[in-house]
């Protein structure tokens, strides 16, 4: 449950120190968390994949 507060409060818009003094975690810990959960992030990965969808159409190129 710890993990999961670590990641609200990272979209939040919390730093690590605030994460930190919040949760508990060592800075390394809170670290190693949200570099793990940013890469799982599927609302960011669907934007990437639309962003890069519309660059393949504006220099013509076939998906």
Wanted: charge should be positive; glycine fraction near 6%.
């Amino acid at each position: 449950m710890r993990d999961t507060r670590v990641m609200l409060l990272d979209r939040a818009g919390c730093d690590l120190l605030t994460i930190c003094d919040i949760t508990g975690h060592s800075y390394r810990s809170a670290q190693t968390i949200v570099k793990h959960c940013r890469a799982r992030n599927a609302a960011r990965a669907d934007s990437g994949i639309d962003r890069l969808e519309l660059q393949v159409r504006k220099e013509g190129m076939k998906s």
